[in-house]
């Protein structure tokens, strides 16, 4: 009695079909016995769903929303909107092709910084990396200014949720954050008991008494890229099954096979996430549990991770709430992860405190007409000591500007990835076609400002910045980034700060190599000085 959609994910089983059914006796058939009534009608369900152009979910509108919701918060790594449902033919996600057939998918949702500390830190705080101090790698001693400043996890926590989280946490200090439950405590990027990642779940939502606040974050799409994991993928792809990323602008054989490597990661993630959403299915608490799904960051691929470009701050973002989201929604506002601690404070029916910097997606999530943001922001700092070389980014509905705040300097942020990559790569480069060269150029030295149409040149291979018939535009989203950097207390706006900043950095370097052991941060402190002066904060 099961069918099953291979297109959407959708369990089409009897008791799920049995649930759509009305509660209350037809009177009409009140002399029938109820039970073959509902039977019949299920099986007449059934017969009809292969017709259905659309998913059937047991999750539509008809569902009650919970006054507290279950939140589930699933996070995969290292990975942009290479997935089925946003559109790229060559992964195989579908998993999250359903859940987002159930509920709203993002189109222009973004993360405040491509760093996996910098992003997780800034969705649980609800504030840009400047402002919680996570500007760099938890692993290379980077930190949040305050402990005791609001977080999504002690909100939930004091408001009576039980908390968990299953994969790394990955943010400075740790203690931050009250987990009632924690399990697989590490990164896992050797993707080792993958299985356990669900069965944890299943264990946390059957234990659950009270609402909960759980955050699975996988390992899957982070290098090491791994083929095959315990049969999954039961067929990688190959190079010779895809093209390279359209960002990278290059063709190659390696870049190719990297490309389907990272695609058999994203199908591994899309198959565990599946292995989750069964679970919670399965512990009776779907109907009353809010779904998020993001990718940290977009993947580790040229420019992509460690960049401001769309391949590292653009992301999947995916939120299903049983009763209150309208399957197969698409929404094309600007989002950022920021947005999330207020719309989950919100469900939870909890005051969302001023100092956030997002807004509650509630109104686009219900497809109310709402006054929406019209400029969107995001900043780059570093990843390691590596890679030095702060920018702020400010984008609407069609053009872009980064502004390099380390103009004309060599990004070593810039050879730092291309040296992840194979020997001949440079080479490569030197062979593209003249666009795309003056692309890698531009990357690796930089102007104050670089302006790209995001319509025309999605990939943001033409810097327009020099152009006369922009000049209008790039007057007008330079002066939105500093009216934005001065609300938000942006501490680099301070030269002398950006100077310590930078200094502290580069005091690790040992033979022109950075060396963990001899950093010391001490920026936290001044920072967070600089951060005292009070200011609006609602500057989108
Ligand atoms: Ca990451």
Same mark, same amino acid.
């Given at each position: 009695m099961k069918k099953k959609s291979t297109e959407t994910g959708l369990d089409y089983t009897l008791p799920n079909i049995l649930f759509l059914i009305p509660l209350r006796t037809p009177p009409v058939i009140q002399n029938y016995d109820y039970r073959k009534w509902q039977l019949a009608v299920a099986l007449l369900l059934i017969s009809l769903v292969p017709m259905l152009s659309c998913p059937?979910?047991?999750?539509?509108?008809?569902?009650?929303?919970?006054?507290?919701?279950?939140?589930l918060v699933i996070v995969s790594e290292d990975n942009g909107q290479e997935l089925g449902c946003y559109g790229n033919k060559h992964v195989k996600t579908p998993v999250l092709n359903g859940l987002a057939a159930e509920g709203v998918r993002f189109? &222009?949702? *973004?993360?405040?910084?491509?760093?996996?500390s910098q992003s997780r830190a800034a969705y649980l705080t609800g504030l840009y990396?400047?402002? &919680?101090?996570?500007?760099?790698?938890?692993?290379?001693?980077? %930190?949040? *200014?305050?402990?005791?400043?609001?977080?999504?996890? %002690?909100?939930? @926590?004091?408001?009576? *949720?039980?908390?968990g989280i299953i994969g790394k946490i990955h943010v400075n200090p740790k203690t931050a954050f009250p987990f009632d439950f924690k399990q697989i405590t590490t990164s896992n990027f050797a993707r080792k008991n993958l299985k356990s990642y669900a069965k944890e779940a299943s264990a946390f939502f059957t234990e659950s008494s009270k609402p909960f606040f759980l955050a699975v974050n996988y390992?899957?799409?982070? =290098?090491?890229?791994?083929?095959?994991?315990?049969g999954i993928p039961a067929k990688p792809l190959t190079g010779s099954d895809v093209p390279p990323l359209d960002y990278m602008g290059l063709d190659s054989p390696q870049l190719r096979a990297e490309t389907a490597s990272y695609y058999n990661c994203m199908n591994r993630l899309d198959h565990l996430i599946g292995d989750?959403?069964?679970q919670l299915r399965e512990?009776?608490?779907?109907?009353?549990?809010?779904?998020?799904?993001?990718?940290?960051?977009?993947a580790d691929l040229l420019r992509g991770k460690r960049t401001s470009y769309e391949g590292g701050i653009r992301v999947p973002l995916i939120i299903r709430w049983p009763g209150f989201t309208q399957p197969g929604t698409v929404r094309s506002e600007l989002v950022s992860t920021l947005d999330l601690m207020p719309t989950l404070l919100e469900a939870a029916g909890l005051v969302v405190p001023d100092s956030l910097a997002g807004r509650s997606l509630k109104p686009v999530l219900k497809q109310e007409q709402a006054d929406w943001r019209?400029?969107?922001y995001t900043e780059y @700092?570093?990843?390691?000591?590596?890679?030095?070389?702060?920018? =702020?980014?400010?984008?609407?509905? %069609?053009?872009?500007?980064?502004?390099?705040?380390?103009?004309?300097?060599?990004?070593?942020?810039?050879?730092?990835?291309?040296?992840?990559? *194979? &020997?001949?790569?440079?080479?490569?480069? =030197?062979?593209?076609s003249p666009r795309v060269k003056s692309a890698y150029r531009l990357m690796e030295k930089p102007p104050q400002f670089e302006l790209y149409d995001l319509i025309e040149d999605p990939w943001e291979f033409e810097n327009l910045a020099g152009q006369q018939q922009h000049l209008e535009t790039l007057k007008r989203l330079s002066g939105k980034l500093e009216q934005w950097r001065q609300q938000t207390n942006d501490p680099l706006l301070d030269p002398e700060l950006a100077t310590r900043l930078r200094s502290e950095v580069e005091a690790c370097f040992v033979n022109g190599t950075p060396e963990k052991g001899a950093l010391e941060l001490n920026y936290p402190n001044f920072f967070s000085e600089k951060l005292r002066t009070p200011t609006p904060q609602h500057a989108n």
């Open positions: 059937v979910s047991t999750l539509g509108a008809e569902t009650a929303v919970a006054t507290q919701p279950n939140i189109h &222009n949702a *973004y993360v405040p910084q491509a760093g996996c990396p400047h402002q &919680n101090g996570q500007i760099g790698l938890a692993t290379w001693k980077f %930190r949040m *200014y305050d402990e005791a400043q609001p977080n999504l996890v %002690r909100s939930l @926590h004091e408001a009576g *949720y039980r908390t390992p899957d799409a982070h =290098r090491p890229f791994t083929d095959q994991v315990a989750l959403l069964t512990s009776g608490k779907e109907k009353d549990t809010l779904v998020v799904y993001f990718g940290d960051h977009g019209e400029y969107l @700092h570093l990843h390691s000591a590596h890679n030095f070389f702060p920018q =702020r980014t400010v984008r609407d509905s %069609r053009y872009k500007l980064i502004q390099n705040l380390q103009p004309d300097e060599i990004n070593p942020g810039y050879s730092f990835t291309i040296k992840r990559f *194979y &020997n001949g790569l440079p080479e490569v480069i =030197r062979a593209a």
